[in-house]
């Protein structure tokens, strides 16, 4: 099943304001607080959407970092296509609009006395709680990969400080070389994003290294866009690319300082190392007991409410959301879910079922994208896809389709960030 970008667009932009309608202009919440922890695709769309829909609702955002870098486009900056400060976003915007924005580290959360403790003594009360923390990674779930061993083989899963760090061994590396990269099972953050990697450093080495190889180990049997991306990588990057998958690409240690990685058939060394490890919900989330035993975040799927904790909301990648990924423009979609449902919540409305859409576009070249799109509803409690309002790219485009979606691309990116931060 195909579908237009512009009939998804217009289909997004119903589905993502449903939960709104109906939260009355007149009625308000005043001085309820509102605490959210994490400023990234999921937090910060939930803080300016509050606001929107009620001014009176205090609400305070905390982040650590002054700027938010995107793990979208990251891929960019890989294939020298961007620069790191096309992706970094300041929080002044949301300033403006009447948000607290505190940068400091959440430290841990008091569920029964509604408590978030800062640093140096200090913290936040709330009424609601929205938590979107993202993910931690599982150190030494595969043996020898900790975070020492991630400054050496970059894992570039935040993107900033390793994304430079990853970027500067792809240009240190002589032509010829080998870069490896092995993404992790299933769930992880953002499915698409190890092809579309894969897809950048061949752009970057075909322009700068045509002779230098990449070779991927992933433990899965498939991937998200498979066939879009083959097909492309065919044309666009041929005999460069060497995908191992399931038993052949099950990375069982890392030796990192060898740049060297061991499956259990082979031993392979590249010049370049980018491993991905196992991820789970951030340790603010796990520790607060908001996880269950897989280590993410179960949810009521009509509010995002946890359903370990009362008056605690959990969105973005550390939520337990399937059917949607756990990518970005999930997270920007879940903020605004539970947006409407904390303001509707402290306004004593009911909560409406959401309808939410989720889209992830991919470059296989500066000038050719791809995607795959879905709209889902709630369906008995659960969120189900909506058949027929969602699919890929079709297979058979020619490169006109293929520019307009590398074009829709960069505008989806221009269109998020701005609805965050601007």
Known sequence: MTLSRRRFTTLTGAA?????????????????????????????????????????IDVTLIEPATTFVTCPFSNLVLGGVKKIGDIT????????????????????????????????????????????PGIDFRWGEVEGYDEA??????????AGVQTLLLREQLQAMPDGGTFV??????????????????????HYFKTTKPKSKILVLDPKGGFSKEGLFTAAWKELYPGMIDYRKTEDG??????????????????????????????????????????????????DQKSFASTLAKDVFVIGDASIASPMPKSGFSA???????????????????????????????????????????????NNGKLEAVEGAGGLSPKEAGMRQRQLEASYAEGWYRSITDEMFA
């Open 16 to 56: 993502v304001v449903a939960p709104a309608i109906g939260l009355g202009r007149n009625a308000s919440a005043a001085g309820a607080r509102v605490v959210i922890i994490g400023g990234g695709f999921g937090g910060a769309t939930a803080a300016r959407y509050i606001k929107r829909w009620d001014s009176a």
């Open 89 to 132: 976003h300041s929080y002044d915007g949301l300033v403006g609009l009447g948000v607290k924005v505190i940068h400091a580290k959440a430290e841990s959360i008091n569920i029964e006395k509604k408590w978030v403790h800062l640093p140096n003594e200090q913290i936040a009360k709330y009424d609601r709680l929205i938590v979107s």
């Open 149 to 158: 061993a991630s400054r050496l083989a970059p894992h570039a899963w935040k």
């Open 181 to 202: 990269i092995s993404p992790p099972a299933n769930p992880f953050r953002c499915p698409p994003g190890p092809a579309e990697r894969v897809s950048m450093v061949a």
């Open 250 to 299: 099950k990375v069982i240690r890392v030796d990192a300082e060898n740049k060297t990685l061991h499956t259990e058939f082979d031993e392979i060394k590249g010049d370049v190392v980018n491993f991905i490890p196992p991820q789970y919900a951030a340790a603010i989330a796990r520790d607060a007991g908001l996880a269950d035993a897989s280590g993410w975040c179960p949810v």
């Open 332 to 378: 920007n979609n879940q903020g605004k879910v539970v947006a409407a449902a904390v303001v509707s919540n402290l306004q004593g409305r009911e909560i409406a079922d959401p309808k939410l859409a989720n889209t992830c576009y991919s470059l296989v070249a500066p000038d050719y994208g791809i995607s795959v799109s879905a709209v889902y509803r709630l």
